[in-house]
């Protein structure tokens, strides 16, 4: 807390604001505000010129108030607000004024000479009607325009909101001029449908403003709008009230699951100044000495009109008061999509999409590839939607889709498109048809479900250079065995001593064993090839857990996203490896089918799908805590085993 007189204050101010850095300077606005542009004869009115974000502030002449009586003013109120780090600077100067004359009258903008150049506000017209004495009596000043109403002064004088009266209680004061809200576009909605919600601070106060919390959104996708940087102040009236409100956070959210869910409250820390007015004490309040900025301050160049109201004013007492601030918490009803008339394609869309699918060749041979691209584009959850089933008729292999966003930036409700490619392989020539491509979303207006379907694809294959053989037949006729010839019998007649050794007999099963050898490791290279399934069911846990080893290095430092994302692909990879599901196909849906075939349920696949939506959650949701994360990695493993060994038995 320390002590200024009103004039030394004012100059100090504009000496001060000409040597702020270049680092500070953000937006400049210079704007004139009035309480009402329709007043009566008899009616006083405020006039305001605010200067905001102006650096080397040398001089300010007001506009002629030739129309008008000056009651009051001018009255001079200057602070700063910073969000995030950044900051934002201003210096308001009034007056109180009184018609003179009925009819229309234009005030011209006041001038300013900012860092050099001369710079206007803009003029304001008012309208004044006839009135009479009895109003004029019966009037009290309004409150101030723009963002800090004001109270009457012990002396008459128009104080700020900022002013602390005496014997006014500081908590009241913070608590009705400085608060948080939360606005939702709708509270009640389908899982998937969007929610937007908007958070607010609202002042009347000259306040220095910084997050500390932000809500973690459980239970929601979420997605954040970006916000002007620095922020941009805008003006709102509660109970008629006038705030200045700046925007914290605008947050596009989808619901993952259905129920009752909560939006965390927000909060914020201020540092909120204020003023107290004290009795002036000349002479340095009778301290000995000479102040070394009186003279300075005394000097003829700085006298102007515009400081002489502030000579023989009070000296004012600054408090800085810290204010801990947060919204209110706000319950959001979700439904579950509905079960009647859900599409046998449907797999989670919500909102109002269109599609196309195209192959890049209808013709090809079976030594190519061919690519089938399928785009959904229009507004809703975009970037949560799951791949359409692809069917590929017989004799062509496929491969999980390439997925690619584009997502419009800042859009509300969240627009853009996703595409998905597929590769697939023809392995047999001839005509084949890849039927349409289908996709079902379910519209939340219109509360009913969509089916987009594409046309079929005729697609030629012919053969390639590499041709599959045949079983060749390597039987022989007998008469190609049996041959008129006598010659072997006479060889060995003569030869009968080494016909009847051990080297006959080996040199005669060499060729047989090395037939039975390279049957035997062709047998071995065709199981490999044709059981490459079974392989991967196999080694699935092992594979898993290794995935889990990378998940737990990104634990160890700290990286969250790449933590959840890791965890989340060695879950879903397991998943299609142990049931056989291509990836481009897992849902949680098919997943839940193919373990109730295989008798598991219970526990097993409730802990299995916790895990999965806890880790959607916080890939959307970043900052975990690492304890949050090293259950989770002890949850994945716990999971994994306890799957392996039930789908073992």
Known sequence: MYRISIRKCIYSILFCLGLVASAFAQEFRFTTTVSNNTVTQDEPFQIQFMLENGSNVTSFTPPSFKDFEVLQGPSQMQGQSIFNGKRSEYIA?????????????????????????VVKSNPVLIEVRKGNAQQ????QPPASAGAYPSHRGQGGEDLPEGFLKKGEDINEKLKKNIFLKVEVDKTNLYEGQQLTATYKLYTRLPTNSSVTKV?????????????PNPPQ???ERVNGIPYKVFTIRKTLLFPLQSGTLELDPVEVDNQVRLVKMVSSKRNNGGRGGKDPFEDFFNDPAFKDPFFDDFFNRPEVEYQDVPYKIQSNPISITVKPVPVDGRPVSYNGAVGKFNMTAVVDKNKLTTDDALTLKVTINGQGNVNLLNSPKIDVPAGFDKYDPKVTDDIEKNSNPLSGKRTFEYVLMPQEAGDHTIPAVEFSYFDPEANSFKTLRSEPFNIHV?????????????????????????????WTRHHSWFVLSPWFYILLLLPLLAAAGIILNKRRKDYNTTNAAALKLRYANKVALKRLELAARYLK??????????????VWGYLSTKLKIPMADLSKQLVQEKLNVRHINGSNTHDLFSLIDNCEVALYAPGQDNRKMQGTYEQAVTIISNLEQALKN
């Open 462 to 490: 012919a053969q390639g250079k590499h041709i599959k053989q045949d079983k060749q037949d390597f039987g022989v006729a007998r008469n190609e065995l049996v041959k008129n010839d006598t010659g072997v019998l006479d």
């Open 233 to 235: 102040a805008t003006e």
């Open 557 to 570: 430092e700290g990286k969250d996203k790449a933590f959840y994302e890791e965890t989340s692909r060695a």
């Open 215 to 227: 809500p973690a959104f459980k239970g929601f996708s979420a997605k954040d709008i970006e916000l």
């Open 93 to 117: 100067l009034s007056y109180l004024l009184q018609p003179k004359h009925v009819g229309s009258f234009t005030i011209a903008g006041a001038q300013a000479r900012v860092n050099g150049n």
């Open 136 to 139: 004029q009596q019966q009037q």
